[in-house]
T-cell receptor, first 117, second 111 residues
Framework: AQSVAQPEDQVNVAEGNPLTVKCTYSVSGNPYLFWYVQYPNRGLQFLLKYITGDNLVKGSYGFEAEFNKSQTSFHLKKPSALVSDSALYFCAVRDGNYGGSQGNLIFGKGTKLSVKP | GAGVSQSPSNKVTEKGKDVELRCDPI?????LYWYRQSLGQGLEFLIY????????KSGLPSDRFSAERTGGSVSTLTIQRTQQEDSAVYLC?????????FGPGTRLTVT
């Protein structure tokens, strides 16, 4: 069975400091990994994805994530946090061995990021 | 370009009534998904349409839930005999490649 864990319900960071939002996953085949952000009363916005290739992927708004196969992790990072980054962040996975590039995603519970000035 | 749109944005209904939620995907996207977001349950997959293939209904929580996609574009999610536990935000997404693009959601409240 596929699953995603986001161990932190909330992450607090001071503006200008680096941030990390943690994600670990479990799939039997090749993981397709995604990060989404949700601002209040809005739908989810795609940030970045890992399918294959370089383990460090760069996405929107200066975010990046590193795929670590041995640790089954895909942590989201940003070198310098902004107050406007405050939102709910979701990690998601699907098993790339089934159904090609498209198919439903399994989401983590979400991590609330709070960036204070 | 236009993103995924959903209507209505909010729906309040009485327990036992039927509701229909609409999703207009991004033009040209071949896949369409419905998810449900509720407190304590996070984001749950409901149903997935891909082209002309039979939909993947494996996430539908009960036979009160159904969905159709007409002409490979617009989709309607129908909930019959609504219950209070159906209260949630229903999100629609579409995709052409691996990443999915989400609509703003429909907030359903069952009283």
């Amino acid at each position: 069975a596929q699953s995603v864990a986001q161990p932190e319900d909330q992450v607090n960071v001071a503006e200008g400091n680096p941030l990390t939002v943690k994600c670990t996953y479990s799939v039997s085949g090749n993981p397709y990994l995604f990060w989404y952000v949700q601002y209040p009363n809005r739908g989810l916005q795609f940030l970045l994805k890992y399918i294959t290739g370089d383990n460090l992927v760069k996405g929107s708004y200066g975010f990046e994530a590193e795929f670590n196969k041995s640790q089954t992790s895909f942590h989201l990072k940003k070198p310098s946090a902004l107050v406007s980054d405050s939102a709910l962040y979701f990690c998601a996975v699907r098993d790339g061995n089934y159904g090609g590039s498209q198919g439903n995603l399994i989401f983590g519970k979400g991590t609330k990021l709070s960036v204070k000035p | 370009g236009a993103g995924v749109s959903q209507s209505p944005s909010n729906k309040v209904t009485e327990k036992g009534k039927d509701v229909e939620l609409r999703c207009d995907p991004i033009s040209g996207h071949t896949a369409l998904y419905w998810y449900r977001q509720s407190l304590g349950q996070g984001l749950e997959f409901l149903i997935y349409f891909q082209g002309n293939s039979a939909p993947d209904k494996s996430g539908l929580p009960s036979d009160r839930f159904s969905a159709e996609r007409t002409g490979g574009s617009v989709s309607t999610l129908t909930i019959q005999r609504t219950q209070q536990e159906d209260s949630a935000v229903y999100l629609c997404a579409s995709s052409l490649l691996s990443e999915q693009y989400f609509g703003p959601g429909t907030r359903l409240t069952v009283t």
